[in-house]
């Protein structure tokens, strides 16, 4: 009797784990359920809304990809993929800076436009708030999680917020900065 009572507790306390972890109301938490790579969640998105939050196919044999997409005119892109797989195509800028986002070194792309080589050549971080651009890095694997690439993707915000976005990532298995 012991036996099956101690069987039935394992089995329920594994199935309520579970069901906590998939539907945690947090989607971040969530995603880092499916997948074998590091998931990080951001702490500063300002007064921006979630517009998506989706798994995306990176191909057969391969895991998704998290994309998620804050605001609309003004709009921030947290893209993050398995370090060892490139999902994402953030498109052609110029890079005009490294920057050390949680001890780990990115590049700062801003997009200027190569067609206008005045610009194209001149291009620096004050032309992110005018064209757009991305911090790109990537986060070394933990003894049980791969490592993880991630693409933090402004519109309409300056250097200063993205780099503020990009530094206030952080990974779901620790609790959130304030």
């Keep these: 009797m012991r036996k099956i009572f101690i069987t039935t507790l394992i089995a329920t ?20 359920t499916g997948v074998s790579y ?3 969640q951001p702490a500063f998105v300002g007064d921006l809304l979630v517009r998506s939050f989706n798994m995306q196919s990176c191909g057969a044999k391969k895991e998704q990809w998290l994309a998620a997409i ?3 005119d003004r709009s921030v892109q947290f ?17 005009v800076a490294t920057a050390t986002i949680n001890g780990n070194k990115a590049t700062i792309v801003a997009f200027c436009d190569p067609a206008n080589k005045t ?8 032309d992110i708030h005018n064209f757009g651009g991305y911090a790109l ?7 049980t999680l791969h490592g993880t690439e991630i693409e933090v993707l402004v519109s309409g915000f300056t250097y200063a917020d993205l780099l503020k976005m990009a530094r206030g990532m952080n990974w779901v298995g620790k609790p959130i900065k304030k």
């Design 13 to 32: 306390l594994i199935m309520q784990n579970t069901a906590f972890a998939m539907g945690s109301g947090n989607k971040y938490q969530d995603a880092q």
């Design 38 to 40: 590091q998931i990080f």
């Design 70 to 72: 804050y605001g609309e």
């Design 79 to 95: 893209l993050e993929t398995d370090a060892a797989v490139k999902c994402s195509n953030p498109g052609l800028g110029v890079k």
């Design 119 to 126: 610009q194209w050549k001149n291009c620096k971080t004050s």
């Design 137 to 143: 890095w990537k986060v070394p694997a933990t003894k």
